[in-house]
């Protein structure tokens, strides 16, 4: 049964690679997004786990191969699933773009003082390998320059005026560094993720069909070797000497299964169907409290109590397993600790707004949610790679920014709302592209 799920798997993700290949402005729609990460990120881990399970059952091995196919196909299926024109209207708030450009220079500034105090804390690192102590604030506010970074390239793609442009990198630097000299894999697909998207908002332009399967197919091998050599990857690129540069040592060290999120995630989901126990949500509450709440401030005792921790389970006890420093339970893994098989539904729900959000910067053109779509793509990825639970986090914040930002950038005239129901809406997504 697991191979007929691995190539279930296979033929899902196809799928989704296939239905954005067929017109353009698809690729950066949720659906082909997610097929792609499963297939770069998740199939060779699939493969790996079922050559080499480890402490994993074979029961445990069918369960998380078929959990990760009903998750998969609810990236399609939320997507499909009829729009609600009432959640367009409250995406479409008309902003006045002077008022915007301000507020991208005021969330520039706010960024490079919390960058700067980061620069000069010494961080503390838990024994989970989670950061502790000021420096997670500081790091937590300085994200503000991602938000920014959008805001300020749109409007010097929009209007290239020296200005702009000199405001858009100066945003863009602090991302561009982490990305690049740093080689952190989330940083640098954002800062790709916010370039791409933007120029599809503001140029129409995409890029040619012929490099993203490619791109993908690469992506496998840069994604493990990314994640083992940091900053001396871009250093051997940037350098030009690429003869050091093995790629299949990353994707080789996947195949050989020692380390692999997936089993973290098959491991967990035995773990909660042997105790009966479930999370119910509560998983995605403590992963809040834990970001959100100061333990520096308002005492550890006291946010430890806010915390259910439903599904901590001791796995050593259970299985002798330790899930390995550094990595991750996956999307897959948490949602399911969270609802158990329904917790795919949770795919299928993200899906289902990042089509509100898709219709409504595309074709209402509402700035408001083409800033929060460039935000939140990179955090909707991780939240597969890394958990539901980070992708929550992080859309929190996206949204009290962006709705900041949309508070002191509203415009006092009044616009039409573009769109007033879900029968246009098909109407007009049958007739036209955003290329056009």
Same mark, same amino acid.
């Given at each position: ?38 297939? &770069? ?121 020296? %200005? ?116 119910? !949500? ?12 100061? !333990?520096?401030? %308002? ?7 806010? =915390?259910?921790?439903?599904? &901590? ?21 948490? #949602? ?6 329904? !917790? ?15 219709? #409504? #910067? ?6 408001? &949610? ?27 914040? =996206? ?9 002191? &950038? ?11 129901? #879900? ?14």
């Amino acid at each position: 049964m697991a191979e007929l799920f691995f190539n279930l798997l296979i033929a899902i993700c196809l799928g989704l690679l296939v239905w954005g290949m067929v017109k353009p402005e698809r690729i950066y729609q949720y659906p082909f997004l997610m097929g792609a990460i499963f297939a &770069s990120f998740i199939l060779p881990q699939a493969f790996a786990l079922i050559n080499n399970p480890g402490v994993v059952s074979e029961l445990a091995l069918e369960r998380v191969l078929l959990v990760s196919c009903l998750c998969t196909a609810m990236c399609w299926i939320g997507y499909k699933y009829k729009i609600n024109s009432g959640l367009l209207k409250k995406l479409y708030i008309p902003l006045d773009r002077h008022k915007l450009f301000r507020a991208g220079i005021i969330l520039t500034i706010i960024g490079y003082f919390f960058r700067f105090l980061l620069l000069g804390t010494n961080v503390e690192v838990a024994e989970n390998s989670n950061w502790t102590g000021p420096a997670t604030i500081f790091a937590f506010f300085s994200q503000v320059i991602e938000i920014a970074f959008a805001i300020l390239i749109l409007a010097a793609l929009k209007k290239p005026k020296p %200005v702009n442009i000199a405001a858009a990198i100066i945003a863009g630097y602090p991302i561009f560094e982490k990305a690049f000299f740093a080689g952190r894999r989330q940083p640098t697909f954002t800062f790709l993720v916010i370039i791409g998207i933007s120029f599809l908002y503001a140029r129409r332009l995409l890029p040619p069909k012929i490099i993203i399967i490619p791109l993908i197919i690469l992506s496998a091998l840069i994604i493990p070797l990314l994640g083992q050599l940091r900053e001396e990857f871009w250093l051997t690129i940037f350098s030009g000497n690429l003869q050091n540069l093995d790629l299949q040592s990353g994707f080789n060290q996947v195949l050989e299964g020692e380390i692999l999120e997936l089993r973290n995630a098959a491991v967990l989901m035995e773990a909660a169907i042997r105790n009966n126990q479930y999370g119910y !949500g509560t998983g995605f509450w403590d992963r809040i409290i834990f970001q959100y709440v100061p !333990g520096q401030i %308002v005492g550890f005792e006291f946010k430890n109590a806010l =915390q259910f921790k439903w599904t &901590s389970f001791d796995l050593h006890t259970i299985f002798g397993y330790a899930i390995p420093r550094g990595s991750t339970l996956t999307g897959i893994g948490d #949602s399911f600790l969270e609802f158990g098989y329904f !917790g795919c539904l949770v795919f299928g729900c993200i899906a289902y707004f990042f089509k509100h959000l898709w219709i #409504s #910067s595309v074709y209402q053109k509402s700035v408001f &949610s083409q800033i929060l779509y460039a935000g939140m793509v990179s955090p909707a990825l991780v939240g597969l790679t890394h958990g539901i639970g980070r992708l929550v986090n992080q859309a929190i914040f =996206q949204i009290i920014c962006v709705c900041w930002v949309a508070y002191y &950038s509203k415009s006092k005239e009044k616009h039409p709302v573009l769109i007033n129901s #879900s029968q246009i809406i098909n109407m007009n997504l049958q007739k036209r592209s955003p290329t056009e």
